[in-house]
């Protein structure tokens, strides 16, 4: 039986491995309440892993209406936000606590 | 300044808006109001602990904690919203003799009201619904505002910005509870019981959107974009997201959250109905 539920974990993990593997990987950078690339292609109908950097020492917010998405990212922590599958389009996003200067864009292109 | 006023604003309306709901109710069913004095207290206390654990909370589950917290905090909101409604619906949907009752005696609905609102839960579900939604959109206020807590030039303006924003914020929320406390009893109770359902359907799409945000849900296409009729970022998109979780793009899964939300209460209140529809037609065949 405990073999049985080891090579179920053993698969499971396989599995898990495999489904991070599949999803796209992209990375944004705050840097003195800017984003870092501003504008982020990625591809159309793809889940996407988008991980956010924040290296100033304060914290922001990662938003977008467009995206559906919010997320507090402390100073000098970074965050992972899963977005899409989205259909090609510009995706606008901001960062809530300095939106004058935070601004960036997601293009999804096919 | 201008940003510390709308960030405020939107993280206080909606806890705002729920406070002034319940405050009204209380006052229709002449219930004290000192549970919104233990509610403020437990909520701005959350808040303030959610933001101080803030990076071990983010960090913790792999960088999900943010998310699976705020869905909790929201589902345990959703539940006891769902519970306060269903001991309003026989209220809502009364038998017709009733309300010849009520007609003949005014002071009837009073009794009736009171007989299942001073069920010992209600101060409870009140204290929950509160304090948790405080906890939660505060939290953000205080990470805001330790951002400036080494420049006192610019701490000064945010200060002054968060409290015209708390203040506008409140304002609503004293408008909501006047435009609900001197609502007619007869129609207080229908639209509040709408009011809570609906609202109780806009937070379920906030914890589909977390589960989403966290890779855990898949957000497929939007049903639909509504965004072109009301934009989010317009002030009737704002007031209508803190009230009714207004999503100009809703998925599919979170169409299937509302629903499975808003389900409980919407049959209770088809149950009700019929049995009054059933009562009504044997007394006249």
């Not at chain 2, 937070?203 to 009301?230: H, N, R, T, Y």
């Amino acid at each position: 039986m405990k073999r049985i539920i080891n090579r179920a974990a053993y698969i499971g993990l396989l599995l898990c491995a495999f489904a991070q593997a599949e999803t796209p990987t992209f990375t944004i950078e705050i840097r003195d309440h800017l984003f870092y690339p501003a504008q982020l292609v990625i591809p159309a109908n793809t889940k996407v892993k988008l991980v956010v950097i924040n290296r100033d020492p304060t914290p922001e917010e990662f938003e977008s209406y467009e995206l559906n998405r919010e997320k507090v990212i402390m100073g000098g922590a970074q965050a992972i936000i899963f977005i899409g599958p989205l259909p090609p389009g510009d995706f606008p996003f901001f960062g809530e606590f300095n939106p004058k200067t935070a601004q960036g864009m997601i293009r999804v292109e096919n | 300044m201008v940003d510390a006023v709308l960030l405020i604003l939107r993280e206080v309306l909606e806890a705002a808006l729920i406070l002034s709901l319940l405050l009204a109710l209380s006052f229709k069913l002449q219930l004290q109001f000192r549970w919104s004095l233990v509610a403020l207290g437990a909520g701005i206390i959350g808040s303030w602990l959610l933001a101080h654990y803030a990076y071990e909370i983010a960090a913790a589950m792999e960088g999900t904690g943010q998310e699976l917290l705020n869905a909790a905090l929201y589902t345990i909101v959703i539940l006891s919203l769902i519970t306060l409604g269903l001991l309003f619906v026989p209220l809502v949907f009364k038998t017709p003799q009733v309300f010849t009752a009520e007609e003949n005696n005014p002071a009837g609905i009073d009794k009736a009201l009171a007989s299942n609102s001073h069920h010992p839960l209600m101060y409870y579900l009140f204290i929950v619904i509160v304090s948790f939604s405080l906890a939660r959109e505060a939290s953000e206020i205080w990470i805001y505002l330790s951002a400036f807590a080494n420049k006192p030039d610019y701490l000064s303006s945010a200060l002054v910005g968060s409290a015209i924003g708390a203040g506008i914020g409140l304002s609503l929320g004293a408008i909501t509870y006047f435009v609900f406390a001197f609502m007619p009893k007869k129609i207080f109770l229908p639209i509040f019981l709408a009011v809570i359902t609906l609202l109780a359907g806009g937070l379920s799409l906030q914890v589909a959107k977390q589960l989403m945000q966290i890779g855990w849900l898949d957000s497929g296409a939007p049903l639909w974009d509504s965004a072109f009729l009301v934009d989010e970022h317009s002030w009737v998109g704002e007031l209508l997201y803190a009230l009714l979780g207004y999503d100009a793009r809703p998925t599919p899964v979170q169409g299937a959250f509302y629903l499975l939300t808003i389900a409980p209460i919407l049959l209770a209140s088809l149950w009700h109905a019929w049995g009054v529809h059933l009562t009504s037609s044997s007394k006249h065949p």
